[in-house]
């Protein structure tokens, strides 16, 4: 049994229809896998004789145990967002004599083999090499190492936990945010020391291999709970009956103002906030504003100006680049629809036009108390913004006319890389790239205001050349139409 | 009203169309029968210039629909739920096709009402998005929104499918009247040879892409088409 289903995944994966358009992708997900190994291995030599060289007289063993609380906390967060359970298509099987037991067992057995749970390893095994070589006691050590193996699998099923749990909520970060959130904090303040708790455990389990067992038990009872969830979820009717709320149409009257745009307008807002993917990318909005908070509070980059443009683009322009990058794929699923209306193409586009500039005015506005951290920052956001309104959305709308993928709008935003394309990592070059560069080049060859100048000038060129750079982007639009229509249509 | 020639649609070197000739009276009820992979879709994808034709073309009321848009004002459609918005809710989405075809909202309002037998209570006022309803009932919201802002083309593919036996009789009536009372050209497709007889004046069977009969509905037609069908 195990074997077809080993079979159909097999088949699933080699013949879905973006096998091989997303090489790109897997290629970068692959360097970015590589270079966690190769960290983790790193941390893994290193670990031992740093620890041992830093604090010569503590245990380094102890050492590491006391902060793997801060280890299982980041580890959940970052599962959170990078993996997800590997479902398989369920619902054929549903009437076939699979025991659906047998069924939850193989997802669940397989999220078993997951790259997250190998990366610990990496780290571990040289870890617990080095501690053999320098004679600990090899029972002792083995049982050390099955913990954090053991432990490993806790936050992979204790991650399929949450998820499921925030899948039916509205902002789907919210649940790990809170709950890692409040575990941090608890131990940060002293209230319950997990620190200690974790660290002693793992002290106790090294000093008495049978306290092994405890995590071993935590692992059966979390996959057990997992398999209950998933068990109840095996039906077809428990998809459907989750969503029946009833609805609030609002009518959105005040678009009214912006004439013929209208009508499109109004569906984009719609779109935004009834749909879980562009949902959260409106979340993405405040960590793009707050982008600055990363740099400005340092005194290593307050006279490093160049980085106050950087900050100035990213920041005004979070949600240019989040909602734009993707246009039209957002109407992806009606796109023939649109296509055969009685409607105006420039319309269509000036609309999503409009709502990129509109947000450039407010993100900028928002961002204005940076001026706390210095004049120079808001003029080179001002400059920024004028930039992003005149050059960036052109840019982008025009990167648009090149997409060829479809976008489930059901799905959540965070590292989901459906409608990706080469064209999205393209279009990052003139979009933050080219104005720094600018930047930098006149801010060495005259100074900071020439540079913010140039900027600003450029932006202030776009804006005047709008209408002449909308009907070359419309001509290139209606130019990929039937491209778009048949790659629209293709499940990917 | 609608005049195809010479046209052809080729996907990597297979035929999957080729129309030399057919033309479409204005207030036609027009029945387009096939099996699977006769060209039914392709030739309704091509009259809305979904798709690129290999060659030829097709003019709808003098207007090449490859070349110009402007057949679009007068022309409307539900092929498939890729007509539909999942996230707006019926009304929602009855009122966005309106302002696209310069309808207010009382307009659409008066249209849609005529409909309220047809929706048997299961569309309008339901506070649902398009999304959550069932296949049958996107197929009535779709189908209605395609007669909002008077139209002189309706296409309709598959009308019939999915929808309960109530609702096909009295889509059955709509159609009818579409062509008979407000002399609006009715395009349909249909597997439904019993229905597609009841309601189109002419019918047209394709086969691989050709025209293989051409017939003014009658008494007999029915019969001819099982007799072809059953071969």
């Known amino acids: ?492 | 009203m609608i005049l195809t020639s010479n046209l052809s649609k080729k996907y990597a070197g297979n035929q999957v169309l080729n129309i030399e000739t057919l033309e479409i009276p204005k207030g036609q009820s027009f029945g387009l029968v096939g099996n699977n992979g006769a060209g039914k879709t392709t030739y309704f994808s091509l009259l809305l210039d979904l798709i690129k034709p290999t060659t030829g073309h097709i003019t709808n009321n003098n207007i090449q629909v490859n070349e110009s848009e402007d057949w679009k004002p007068f022309t409307s459609a539900f092929i498939d739920e890729s007509f539909l918005i999942g996230y707006l809710t019926p009304e929602e989405y009855f009122y966005f096709i309106g302002e696209l075809r310069n309808q207010n909202k009382a307009d659409v309002d008066a249209l849609v009402g005529q409909f309220e037998d047809f929706f048997h209570g299961e569309i309008l006022g339901q506070k649902k998005y398009l999304r959550d309803l069932s296949k049958g009932n996107q197929k009535k919201a779709g189908i209605v929104a395609a007669l909002i802002g008077n139209p002189e083309v309706v296409i309709l593919d598959e009308p019939f499918a999915n929808l309960d036996p109530t609702t096909q009789i009295r889509l059955k009536a709509i159609v009818k009247d579409l062509a008979e009372t407000k002399g609006i050209t009715v395009l349909i497709s249909s597997h439904d040879l019993l229905h597609v007889t009841d309601v189109c004046e002419r019918i047209v069977v394709l086969e691989k892409g050709e025209i293989v009969k051409d017939l003014q509905t009658s008494e007999a037609t029915l019969k001819e088409l099982e007799a072809h069908f059953a071969n």
């Open chain 1, 1 to 492: 049994m195990v074997s077809q289903f080993i079979k159909l995944e097999w088949k699933a994966f080699f013949r879905s229809a973006s096998f091989g358009k997303s090489i790109g992708i897997k290629i970068f997900m692959g360097l970015f896998a590589l270079y966690f190994i190769v960290m983790f291995l790193g941390a893994g030599l290193v670990l031992y004789p740093g620890l041992k060289k830093q604090f010569p007289d503590q245990e380094p063993l102890y050492i590491l145990n006391s902060v793997l609380f801060y280890w299982i906390l980041i580890d959940l967060v970052f599962r959170f967002f990078f993996q997800k359970l590997p479902v398989m298509a369920v619902k054929p099987l549903l009437i076939l004599p699979v025991k659906r037991s047998k069924v939850v067992n193989y997802v669940l057995g397989k999220s078993a083999l997951s790259f997250f749970n190998f990366l610990p390893l990496f780290a571990i095994v040289p870890f617990g090499v080095m501690l053999l070589v320098k004679n600990y006691p090899v029972a002792s050590v083995l049982s050390w190492m099955l913990a954090v193996v053991l432990t490993t699998l806790i936050i992979n099923f204790l991650n399929f936990i949450i998820e499921s749990f925030s899948a039916e909520t509205e902002f789907s970060f919210l649940p790990i945010i809170a709950f890692t959130g409040s575990l941090y904090a608890l131990n940060h303040f002293n209230l319950v020391s997990f620190n200690t708790i974790v660290g002693s455990g793992f002290n106790a389990i090294y000093e008495n291999p049978v306290y092994v067992l405890i995590p071993l038990f935590i692992l059966v009872g979390l996959y057990l709970f997992n398999k209950k969830l998933l068990t109840q979820k095996l039906f077809l009717d428990s998809g459907l009956k989750t969503k029946v709320k009833e609805v609030k149409a609002s009518n959105l009257e005040w678009t009214k103002n912006f004439g013929d745009i209208a009508p499109f307008l109004k569906l984009d807002l719609k779109l935004i906030w009834r749909n879980k993917r562009t949902k959260s990318s409106v979340l993405m909005l405040a960590m793009g504003l707050f982008y600055g908070l990363f740099f400005y509070p340092n005194p290593q980059f307050k006279n490093l100006e160049i980085i106050f443009i950087f900050v100035g683009i990213f920041s005004t322009g979070i949600f240019l680049i989040n909602f734009g990058q993707f246009i039209p794929a957002w109407d992806s699923a009606y796109y023939k629809l649109l296509m055969s209306q009685n409607l105006k193409y420039e319309q269509y586009l000036k609309s999503k036009f409009t709502l990129m500039a509109i947000s450039v005015g407010i993100l900028f506005v928002l961002g204005i108390p940076y001026v706390f951290f210095g004049w120079k920052i808001l003029v080179a956001h001002f400059a920024a913004a004028i930039y992003n309104v005149g050059v960036n959305t052109h840019v982008i709308l025009l990167g648009g006319s090149f997409n060829r993928k479809k976008i489930d709008l059901s799905q959540k935003a965070a590292f989901n890389y459906q409608g990706t394309g080469a064209v999205q990592w393209l279009i990052g070059i003139p979009l933050l790239l080219l104005p720094m560069g600018l930047f930098a080049l006149f801010y060495y060859l005259v100074n900071f205001e020439m540079a913010c100048a140039i900027i600003a000038g450029l932006g202030i060129v776009g804006a005047v050349l709008h209408k002449p750079f909308m009907k070359a982007i419309t001509a290139k639009y209606l130019d990929s139409k039937y491209k778009m229509i048949d790659a629209f249509d293709q499940d990917n």
